[in-house]
């Protein structure tokens, strides 16, 4: 009796045992995954991150990536502030340098990467090494002009390569109208209209010196917009995407996806925007036959920006270094070497992400129409122009006087004084 309770309390005790085993195994596992969280600022590219992360995680099974997305009607910075603010910061956040720059003291050092020797230069990348330190990752090289349907102006018998002043634009959306063609459809959110349409105007400055003493000038409150050449050519433009936009009569109404469904289905001929759209556009259309033309400045062909496209790095990741454990910034450092150096992490950059890599090893290149009109009538020809980095609020507070000029809520003059108040304002 004795030695058959033993032989059943041994195996109950192998049972326990076995349990506790099978416990801290699985605690052992869970304690070695780690997780990292990557707040994106590029809506356009959401499907395509998750996708990434996954592919990622599928080659490093220890770390998982969980994206955070800015929620409409806020900017990315302010969900990132707000996560910062709640203890709970993103291991790796995607925004412009500008803002990036406002919390650069809590920043992992990327300086030692691997990927560091490999950067494009351009002035951006100036802005993204404080005191010689590199403190992000650049995403893209992007350009943005006036896309314009060549399928659209063929039938128009309009050669976009005629179009060189402001008198030429205008003519072109005459003769559209004429023939029975949508001339231009206008995308009223504030990120392109007081964001990428206003740095064109800023864009004479030709480099990052002129560009510093550019900014002086205006903090100062030493240069007079209304008698400013370049940008008073800017908004005779802007005035003629107002007059021959499709929805001139309710220019707020339509969505950022009613204007690309819009533009993609043949309702329009131009369409103000970057090569970042073309994600968006690939889903709406069949149709390859698309490519950019310079915003025009002037009258005078020769003019300065009147034949060349912005160009620059204009997105960057950085690592949190403040909330997020060394073994989160390690992981988050993996991912961006995965990025640049896997086959499969260029792969996502170019083939999935449809943009131009900022790294000189990537070869691949995007065969999507709007880079490669970039890549080869504007990198190949060296028609690019200065893109000038601006503050971090400079969209979100411009954007609304411009949204009011586009409604005809406020006049040329009215406009120009906010705009020179915006910046008398800047620190």
Not at 208 to 225: F, P, S
Not at 226 to 251: C, Q, R, S, V
Request: charged letters at 25%; hydrophobic letters at 45%.
């Amino acid at each position: 009796m004795f030695l058959v309770f033993a032989e059943r309390r041994r195996k109950v005790m192998k049972r326990i045992v076995a349990f506790f085993i099978c416990i801290s195994l699985a605690a052992a596992v869970y304690a070695e995954g780690t997780k990292i969280t990557f707040m994106n600022s590029k809506g356009e590219i959401q499907s395509q991150l998750e996708e990434a992360a996954k592919l990622f995680e599928k080659e490093n099974p220890g770390i998982s990536v969980e994206l955070l997305a800015a929620p409409v009607g806020q900017s990315p910075w302010e969900k990132v502030m707000a996560l910062y603010a709640a203890g709970n910061a993103p291991t790796l956040f995607m925004d412009k340098i500008t803002s990036i720059l406002k919390v650069k003291d809590k920043l992992a050092d990327l300086s030692s990467e691997r990927w560091v020797k490999d950067i494009i230069p351009t002035p951006a990348m100036d802005l993204a090494t404080p005191g010689g330190k590199v403190i992000a990752f650049p995403v893209t090289v992007e350009g943005y002009g006036i896309i314009y349907n060549r399928s659209l102006l063929n039938k128009a018998g309009i050669d976009p390569q005629s179009i060189k002043t402001v008198k030429d634009l205008d003519s072109a959306c005459r003769k559209l109208q004429a023939a029975g063609i949508g001339a231009v459809v206008v995308a009223k959110d504030d990120w392109s209209v007081g964001g990428h349409f206003l740095y064109t105007g800023y864009a004479q400055s030709k480099n990052q010196v002129g560009w510093e003493a550019m900014q002086a000038d205006l903090k100062a409150g030493k240069i007079d917009l209304d008698k400013n050449e370049a940008f008073n050519g800017l908004l005779d433009t802007f005035d003629l995407l107002k007059k021959y936009n499709i929805n001139a009569k309710d220019p707020m109404s339509p969505s950022y996806d009613n204007v690309n469904m819009q533009f993609a289905s043949g309702k329009a001929a131009f369409y103000f925007q970057g090569n970042w759209v073309w994600p968006l556009l690939s889903k709406l259309t069949q149709d390859t036959h698309f490519g950019f033309l310079p915003v025009p400045v002037a009258n005078d062909p020769g003019a300065y920006g009147n034949s060349g496209i912005p160009l620059g790095i204009t997105k960057f990741i950085a690592i949190d270094a403040e909330q997020n454990t060394k073994e989160q910034q390690a992981a988050a450092k993996k991912f961006l070497e995965w990025l640049v150096y896997s086959p499969v992490g260029q792969d996502v950059i170019v083939n999935k992400y449809s943009i131009i890599p900022a790294f000189r090893n990537i070869a691949l290149m995007p065969k999507d129409p709007l880079s490669q009109s970039i890549i080869k009538d504007y990198i190949a020809k060296d028609r690019t122009i200065f893109w000038p980095q601006t503050p971090s609020d400079h969209w979100a507070k411009l954007g609304i006087p411009m949204q009011k000029y586009l409604a005809n809520v406020i006049k040329r003059d009215e406009l120009l004084k906010e705009i020179e108040d915006y910046w008398k304002k800047v620190k």
